[in-house]
């Protein structure tokens, strides 16, 4: 009977063990797939700027020294890369805690393609005849990019930094 007593206690704390280790790798699992899609993030913004809105603001910068199929051709590059950072964005692979964060991000990536597409169909006539209605209207279409950063620096950042957070996860830049 004292045996019995001994290994059943014995198999209920062997039980305890493996389901805190059980617990303890799902916990460490589901915060790496939060850091990890903080990584891709980051990535994903730091390509952005240095391969699309900075090059697009210097080439619009230096467009009056160019030729208007020159500038549109370098344009309707830069969208084309907008448009691959775009897709990539959209196939992460994204923990349930960042869907708010994904959603917020995909419409900051969208709306950068989407200020690219507008302005490369502008170029052209800016840099011909009628540059000063379409330098107007290219203005205002440079305000999609200033919606876009302000949707990733209020609601991207904060969103991912507070999931972060909240799982006990800090120090990551976002």
Same mark, same amino acid.
């Given at each position: 009977?004292?045996?019995?007593?001994?290994?059943?206690?014995?198999?209920?704390?062997?039980?305890?063990?493996?389901? /805190? /280790?059980?617990?303890?790798?799902?916990?460490?699992?589901?915060?790496?797939?939060?850091?990890?899609?903080? #990584?891709?993030?980051?990535?994903?913004?730091?390509?952005?700027?240095?391969?699309? !809105?900075? +090059?697009?603001?210097?080439?619009?910068?230096? @467009?009056?020294?160019?030729?208007?199929? =020159?500038? %549109?051709?370098?344009?309707?590059?830069?969208?084309?890369? *907008?448009?691959?950072?775009?897709?990539?964005?959209?196939?992460? !692979?994204?923990?349930? %805690?960042? @869907?708010? *964060?994904?959603?917020?991000?995909?419409?900051?990536?969208?709306?950068?393609?989407?200020?690219?597409?507008?302005?490369? @169909?502008?170029?052209? &006539?800016?840099?011909?005849?009628?540059?000063?209605? @379409?330098?107007?209207?290219?203005?205002?279409?440079?305000?999609?990019?200033? *919606?876009? =950063?302000?949707?990733?620096?209020?609601?991207?950042? +904060?969103?991912?930094?507070? &999931?972060?957070?909240?799982?006990?996860? #800090?120090?990551?830049?976002?």
């Amino acid at each position: 009977m004292v045996r019995r007593r001994i290994a059943a206690g014995v198999a209920v704390l062997l039980l305890i063990v493996i389901v /805190l /280790l059980i617990n303890g790798c799902l916990k460490s699992e589901k915060q790496q797939s939060l850091k990890d899609y903080n #990584h891709a993030v980051s990535q994903l913004a730091q390509e952005s700027d240095t391969q699309v !809105s900075h +090059p697009l603001f210097t080439d619009l910068a230096g @467009a009056s020294g160019k030729s208007a199929l =020159d500038v %549109e051709v370098q344009i309707d590059q830069l969208r084309i890369q *907008a448009q691959s950072v775009a897709s990539r964005a959209k196939s992460l !692979s994204v923990p349930g %805690e960042m @869907a708010a *964060a994904q959603r917020a991000l995909l419409l900051a990536l969208d709306l950068r393609v989407e200020g690219i597409t507008k302005i490369a @169909a502008l170029v052209p &006539t800016a840099l011909g005849g009628q540059g000063k209605q @379409a330098s107007s209207l290219i203005a205002g279409d440079m305000e999609i990019f200033l *919606a876009s =950063d302000v949707i990733f620096s209020q609601r991207v950042g +904060p969103l991912i930094k507070q &999931t972060l957070a909240a799982n006990g996860i #800090h120090g990551l830049s976002t």
